[in-house]
């Protein structure tokens, strides 16, 4: 007998701009570190305008975070530790019910990255490689705190590319599984057998939401042309 699926509107149209846009930034700033020349004719400056842009995008996310849509806000996927326990145990029986936002593993995962990412993008700021760029806080602290940051900046880097590794087998294992999180990135939309696990019933008010989305937006887009200009 044929089940109907279950349709529901999870990532709104601000998360999934934020998500590919973060994609972009982080595969240029990246790439610009590996190459010293082609396409571009100053890597560094390229690696640093990058680095403005996933830190303006973090801060739009840490914000929307808060007053975004319900899906998209930390208190409706950032779950306790004894809940995220027994979802790990119930998913290593393939028994984990479903979730329209992240899921507990999940929800904690994309913590950690914003965490890391955001770090990355502020710790980049105080830093020179006494060539070519001096990051527009360079000396805050003093040089010795700016040698330290280096020091971090790097190490943080491995560890982002670890976390993005692992971000990436949890989206293929999930296909697996029968969710196509891909897919839901791209058009926001899930879809169920039944009703998820976090399945939230608050109205959703299109206009106070594109007035929260445009002051969030300024700030982000305000710390970028700081930094930028």
Same mark, same amino acid.
């Given at each position: 007998?044929?089940?109907?699926?279950?349709?529901?509107?999870?990532?709104?149209?601000?998360?999934?701009?934020?998500?590919?846009?973060?994609?972009?930034?982080?595969?240029?700033?990246?790439?610009?570190?590996?190459?010293?020349?082609?396409?571009?004719?100053?890597?560094?400056?390229?690696?640093?305008?990058?680095?403005?842009?996933?830190?303006?995008?973090?801060?739009?996310?840490?914000?929307?975070?808060?007053?975004?849509?319900?899906?998209?806000?930390?208190?409706?996927?950032?779950?306790?530790?004894?809940?995220?326990?027994?979802?790990?145990? $119930?998913?290593?029986? *393939? @028994?984990a +019910? %479903?979730? =329209?936002?992240?899921? !507990? &593993?999940?929800?904690?995962?994309?913590?950690?990255?914003?965490?890391?990412?955001?770090?990355?993008?502020?710790?980049?700021?105080?830093?020179?490689?006494d060539?070519?760029?001096?990051?527009?806080?360079?000396?805050?602290?003093?040089?010795?705190?700016?040698s330290?940051?280096?020091?971090?900046?790097?190490?943080?880097?491995?560890?982002?590319?670890?976390?993005?590794?692992?971000?990436?087998?949890?989206?293929?294992?999930?296909?697996?599984?029968?969710?196509?999180?891909?897919?839901?990135?791209?058009?926001? $939309?899930?879809?169920? *057998? @039944?009703? +998820? %696990?976090? =399945?939230?019933?608050? !109205? &959703?008010?299109?206009?106070?939401?594109?007035?929260?989305?445009?002051?969030?937006?300024?700030?982000?887009?305000?710390?970028?042309?700081?930094?930028?200009?």
């Amino acid at each position: 007998m044929y089940q109907a699926k279950l349709a529901i509107n999870v990532w709104d149209g601000w998360v999934r701009v934020f998500h590919w846009g973060l994609v972009a930034a982080v595969l240029v700033s990246f790439y610009t570190t590996k190459t010293s020349g082609l396409p571009f004719l100053f890597p560094i400056d390229v690696h640093a305008q990058s680095g403005y842009l996933v830190l303006g995008l973090l801060v739009f996310r840490w914000l929307w975070g808060m007053v975004g849509s319900v899906y998209a806000r930390f208190s409706t996927f950032l779950y306790p530790v004894d809940d995220t326990i027994a979802y790990s145990k $119930t998913l290593l029986k *393939r @028994q984990a +019910p %479903a979730y =329209a936002s992240h899921n !507990p &593993l999940g929800g904690w995962m994309v913590l950690i990255l914003l965490l890391s990412l955001t770090f990355q993008a502020l710790s980049g700021l105080f830093l020179s490689d006494d060539i070519f760029f001096q990051g527009p806080l360079y000396g805050l602290f003093g040089q010795e705190v700016s040698s330290q940051l280096r020091t971090l900046h790097q190490l943080n880097s491995d560890l982002l590319l670890i976390l993005i590794g692992l971000h990436l087998v949890g989206v293929v294992v999930h296909r697996l599984l029968g969710e196509p999180l891909l897919a839901a990135m791209l058009i926001g $939309t899930k879809r169920f *057998r @039944q009703q +998820p %696990a976090d =399945a939230h019933s608050e !109205p &959703l008010n299109i206009s106070l939401l594109r007035w929260r989305a445009l002051g969030v937006i300024l700030i982000a887009a305000g710390v970028v042309v700081w930094l930028w200009f």
